[in-house]
Every structure is written in C-alpha cells, then in structure tokens.
C-alpha cells in the first residue's frame, strides 16, 4: 500500500530550467508531491490562484513577491524556503504572523561548508569580465577573425586595446563586492578610487589594497576612466546616476552597474550613450525583469559592443545553483522532519549554522530516514 502524499510543493522562478537537475529532489517524493513552474507570473491574482493549493514553496530570491496582499491568500502554506542568503522579496514579519518557516540558503563566496570564506563573489568575477571584455576587446577581436576571413590587426588607433594600469577605477560602494573589485583593480597596477556617503580614508585603508576616497560622488565620476556601482538600492539611491552625474564622466569611461537596476536611470544613460558622453556600460541589473523583448537596450544597440548586457546572472555559477536547490531539499527535508533548517525571522536575518545544523543537513540529504 502506497504512503500518501503530505505536502505539496510548488517550485518556482525557475526560469532557466535547472531546479531538477541541481538537486535530489526525488528524496522528497516519499512525502511530497512536487510542481515545476518556469514562468514568470507578476499578477497577484495568478500567483494566488496557482499557490494557493501548497504547503511548500521553493522560490528564487528576488523575484516572486511575497508580500501581505500574497501571502494572506495562502492559507496552505507552512514553509517558503528561497534561495540565497537573503530575499527581500518576502515580507518576513507578515509570514510569521501567518506561521510560515522561512528558510534561506547558503551562497558559494560567502561561507560554506565547500568553499572558503574568503572566495571572490561571483558579482566582483562578473564585473573583472565586463572591464576585460572593453578594455581588451575580447568579444570585438573574436567577431572580427570569425567573420572576416581576411581580417587580422584591429585597424585604426581607436580600435586597439587599453592597458589597465593606466586607468583609474572608481568603486561607490566598498562593501564586500565593491572590496573586492577594487582589490584586483590593485592586482593590476590601477589607481583606485572609492566613495559613500559613510566611507572614510580609515575603512579604505583597511582593505587589502590602497584606495584614495573620494570626498564626493562628483569628485569620483570627474577622476574615474571605470565606474563601478556597488551599492543597495534605497530611497536615497535611487537614481543616483542620472544626466547630471553622466555628464561629469569622461567621454570614454565604462560604467558598470551590478546592484540594482534602478541605481542608475536607464533613460539617462541611453541618451549619454547616444550622445558619447560616456563609452560602454556593462548592466546585469535593470528597472523591470526580465528585460521586456521591445526594451530599447535590446534593439538599439545589437552592434554596439561597447554595450554589455548581462540578465542579471552576476551572483549565479553552475555551483551556486547547485548549492542553493541542494539547500533547499535539505530546509524541506529538515522541515518535515520538525527540525528546520537555515531559518530566517524577523530577529535572524543571517543564516546561522551551528556545526551540528550542518551535520543535520549533510545526513538528511545523502540518506534520507523519512
């Protein structure tokens, strides 16, 4: 006699289609009923009418909102379990007024059982490959022996690669990413500028390379060949780089935005592209995601190489992937065994692990005893 099913879990945002195979889902069968959602569902009343039947929603950080107006309609659900290390797409007060387990995720970079502390942080790798790619003219050299079979030196001074250590490199924001960029810039003989409103010479001075503060944004933006933004986005910083920002960067400078979307107006930065106010820009984040089909960032600029769009994958790897849906099965597997795992509260906002949690985890997901 087969053991009915118990729960019913929804997965969610998965929108490159990889949940089923970063993980062993099929642990969970003996207890679960499992659904695999690839679409992107921003309607509230579509998002309650599909979640509504499920106990368990694995969900992709920052995507799908779980706010009050959603999660008061989900009578069914006792456990959202997302991936990353936070998702401040969940109203977590209101979802423990409804008796919902928050669960989150570790992250390759920052701490895990698998992976140093201290490992760059995939965000600080993808932004070291956008300056590369313009400063060395990767992706334009590629193209160009590929097709054009007589073609070998790039023509004309303009077209010729830069050298990084005759740049300078402005970082807003010195948090763990932005620390981290400027770090390399270091490595490569850059000249290395950094600025917030908090920073001061003496937390600049104790990061692992020498960086000059700036006292203003306009003072980094007028110095810098590479801007590098790298900060939360807030009702202060929203909008921080607009027309009147661009046009104190120099003609050729790259900005690079790997935070939030709208840090940056995106208007302003097509029309000082349009009008070589600036020289490229490298986007992983934008105002809506995913990028609408008609955006003119797509249409606009299909030939422009100076203009690198990234769909906001800065904090994505095969092992990040694997690590999160791993976590997952294990904050599930830990749930229904009434010993949850990785839990988020109003009070804990940071997963905390004690060695014995890890251990927990470990067992749970390489031998099931449920």
Request: overall charge positive; glycine content about 6%.
């Amino acid at each position: 006699m087969s053991t009915p099913t118990k729960y019913r879990v929804a997965v969610i945002d998965d929108w490159s289609r990889i949940a089923k195979a970063c993980a062993k889902w099929q642990l969970l069968e003996q207890n679960c009923k499992i659904d695999f959602y690839y679409d992107n569902i921003t309607d509230l009343q579509s998002n309650i009418n599909r979640l509504k039947p499920y106990n368990i929603v694995v969900c992709m950080r920052n995507r799908t909102v779980f706010d009050q107006p959603l999660l008061s309609e989900l009578s069914n659900l006792k456990l959202l379990a997302s991936t990353g290390p936070g998702n401040k797409a969940i109203d977590i007060e209101f979802a423990e007024k409804m008796g919902i387990t928050v669960c989150m995720t570790d992250h390759p970079g920052y701490g895990n059982m698998n992976m140093q502390a201290n490992a760059p942080a995939p965000t600080a790798q993808l932004v070291w490959a956008y300056i590369l790619d313009y400063y060395r003219k990767v992706n334009t050299l590629t193209k160009q022996l590929k097709e054009n079979p007589n073609s070998w030196y790039p023509m004309g001074i303009d077209n010729q690669p830069l050298n990084l250590s005759a740049q300078t490199l402005g970082v807003i924001g010195l948090g763990r990413i932005g620390s981290i960029v400027a770090s390399v810039g270091a490595v490569f003989g850059m000249a290395v500028i950094g600025w917030s409103w908090h920073l001061t010479q003496e937390r600049c001075d104790n990061i692992d390379c020498r960086i000059i503060c700036q006292d203003t944004l306009n003072d980094l933006l007028t110095k810098a060949d590479i801007v590098v933004v790298a900060m939360p986005l807030s009702a202060k910083t929203k909008y921080l780089i607009d027309s009147s920002k661009l046009k104190l960067m120099r003609n050729n400078a790259l900005l690079i935005n790997v935070s939030r979307g709208d840090l940056i107006k995106e208007s302003d930065v097509m029309h000082a592209l349009d009008y070589k106010q600036i020289g490229g820009v490298g986007l992983d984040v934008f105002s809506e995601e995913p990028l609408p089909s008609n955006h003119e960032f797509r249409s606009l600029y299909k030939n422009n190489d100076n203009v690198m769009l990234t769909p906001h994958y800065g904090g994505f790897t095969q092992e990040t992937y694997k690590l999160w849906y791993r976590n997952c099965v294990e904050n599930i597997l830990g749930f229904i065994n009434d010993t949850p795992l990785r839990v988020i509260t109003s009070n804990i906002r940071v997963v905390q692990k004690s060695p014995a949690e890890i251990a927990l985890a470990s067992k749970l997901y390489t031998k099931s005893k449920l």
